[in-house]
């Protein structure tokens, strides 16, 4: 008896006046129609491609879980429904039957029905099914959607994100909605236990992103990490944590990284503590914040400064890095006033000004490298990395929640940490928290093993001989077939 022909079997014997048994058939007929589609798509005289079988497969496949799903809703519902002991003792009245409601799931968009009730012990109107299922009133998209939303537009656009997650069908303003509901305080990478260093380092940078209204803004970003080991050609960062400080004044920002740092570490163990930076006034004030911190500026930004000088007197750069390695401040100078003197134009000889009062500002944090091991850095490397690679290397305008959520989520991301429903308001809580109200006595356990039963008597699965399609429909029947 073919699947179809066991169904239209099942209603002529009027199995479908009984309750149990019609909830049978309509699970029959889900997974009937799903193996006839399966059977009529390899029928055919042509021979199928990968490409068509990996897309046709997934399509059919999501469809038919799409149409399980629905019916185990609506036969929870129903199980509610027909519980009037449990129901009685909860004080639940029925106001209404078969009111819509639509979540979009990582398999699409699944429309169900479910009851209205009364709740005269609480005096107000619920639906049972929905809190069973820990779905909030408002909750359009279920959780593993959100999460992937979200870890999506982390990496690109809200619009390829959309595209990545669910092919399109949601909107960007959608993705746009959830970033802005991000939870920041949540997003803190955990450690087990506070780990144990003598010498710690910190990246510190900025980078630059427009604003909805044509302006400019910087990002501050730090680096925490243990020190550097070499990959192949690069050096590569010890546990890393990254903090954004976008949105945020100096002193609240160094707070935030002293306060994480004995988080993560214990403070008596640490000896040290190098700041790595551009010398800028706003990295500069972690050493207040920081004790047994010192200033480094990174070698990045003190070759690009030198190179910028010297571009006109190259035969000066020699003479100014043997100064600056042997730590005489007056050879120094005596350098850069002999450029001066050289300079063909008032923005040369201004250039040089500049470098100079910038070499002479910053000199005791360039000449600490001829002192100390003070290990290698890149700031530029993980503003790159972190924030430009998404919110500046391409024409865009940011809102400042976007960007300030945006680079918080990249730092969060980038240090290791896993997106969580509970990352994004609205998401959690009321969900998640049970309620013994919920415990009906829901019969459906008969249900689905007899539908399961039934699926054996399907005349390819009696035949004995061992196919793909065999082997795929016992997985059903036993439940090992995953459809993931």
Known sequence: MGPLLLVESLCDQKLIKEGPNLNKVILLQIVSNFISEILKFFCSSNVRTLAEIEDELFRMTKAFIREIVKAYFELVDEAILKDKTSRKQRGLVVERREDRRSLYTIFGDISFK??????????????????????????????????KLVETAGQVSYAKSSMNVTEGELSKQTVKNKIHSLNLEALKVEVPKKRGVEVLHIDADEDHASLQNGRSTNLPLVCIYEGTFKEGSKNRCINPIYMSGYGKDTDEFWLEVADRIYELYDPEDIKGIYIH??????????????????????KFHLNKAILESTARQPEKRRDIYRAINTNDSNFFKKITSEMFKCASSERERKMIADFRRYITNNWQSITIRNEEDCGSSSPEGHISHVLSSRLSSRPMAWSRKGLKNVSALRAYICSGGKVKAEHVRGNDQKGDKTDKRHNFTLNLEDIFSSTVSEIGSITVLGTGKVTPLYTT????????????
């Open 473 to 484: 429909l016992k997985g059903i029947c036993h439940s090992g077939f995953d459809f993931s």
């Open 114 to 147: 479910r009851t209205y009730y009364f709740d005269k012990s609480h005096k107000k109107y619920v639906y049972p099914l929905d809190e069973a299922l820990r779905l909030d009133k408002r909750q359009r998209l279920s959780k593993t959607v959100t999460v």
């Open 277 to 298: 930076g551009d010398g800028a006034n706003w990295i500069k004030e972690g050493i207040s914040w920081l004790p047994e911190s010192k200033l480094v500026l990174d």
